[in-house]
Every structure is written in C-alpha cells, then in structure tokens.
C-alpha cells in the first residue's frame, strides 16, 4: 500500500467533486458536499459550515440552508437527490428532538429540515445546536 501526503486534491471539473475509486474502476467513496453546525435560538446562528452561504429561518423547529454551490452528483449533474444526516442537541422545549427532512421536493441549492421534540412530535423546536450533512 502506498500513503500519498498532499495539501489539496482538485478534481479536473469545476464544482463536481473527485472520485475514489479502487483498481476495478470502481466507486468506493464519497466526499460530503455540505455540513453545517448551526443554532437555531433566537437569531439563527452559523458555527460551522462546508459549502453552506447562510441559513433562512421559516419558522419554529423549521430551517432552510443555502448552499453556495449547487449540489452535484459524481457525473458533475446537478441534483436535487442526496442523503440528509441530522442530529441535534436540546432546546428550551426539550432535550429529545428528532430531525426530519422537509417533504419539499429536494432542491440542488438549498434543504429545508424541520425539528420536533420527539416526546410530542405535534411540538416542533428551535435546537440550541444541530448539525446537518449532505451526500450524494
């Protein structure tokens, strides 16, 4: 096995993400194309973020994340289909919530995901800190 120690990997294609692929030819990894570490309190508040320009606050419990470039598949088409991971950290409603993926039709530019408090999920809340991914 051979270790390769670089400072940056580009793909050959703007905005489509390099490929890992084994001596088949292969796919055998993903990169992920977004993370966010955000607070939903109050004010909406961004701590960390990968490929995410800013947050749109809709309502309780109920945010829209804007990525800064479109999301893409590993052909390099744009796509509204890929995996939302979510977890979550308390609130002043409760310290249980469960994330859910907006049933809105996936855009490539932004998600929307709501958090309810999973002891009475009629309640949605504001996390004090959730954390997303996304991947195709």
Do not use: W
């Amino acid at each position: 096995m051979s270790t390769i120690n670089v400072g940056t990997i580009k793909s050959i294609t703007s905005n489509v993400p390099p490929k890992f692929e084994d001596s088949g030819g292969t796919s055998v990894g993903q990169l992920c194309r977004a993370s966010i570490r955000f607070n939903q309190v109050g004010t909406q508040t961004i701590n960390q973020a990968f490929n995410v320009s800013s947050l749109t606050d809709i309502g309780t419990g109920y945010t829209q994340i804007n990525f800064t470039n479109n999301i893409r598949n590993e052909a390099g088409t744009q796509t509204g289909a890929y995996v939302v991971t979510l977890a979550s950290n308390g609130s002043a409603v409760s310290t249980h919530h469960l994330g859910m993926f907006v049933v809105d039709t996936p855009s490539t530019s932004n998600v929307r995901i709501l958090f309810f408090n999973i002891d009475n999920s009629a309640v949605r809340a504001d996390c004090n800190m959730a954390f997303v991914t996304i991947h195709c």
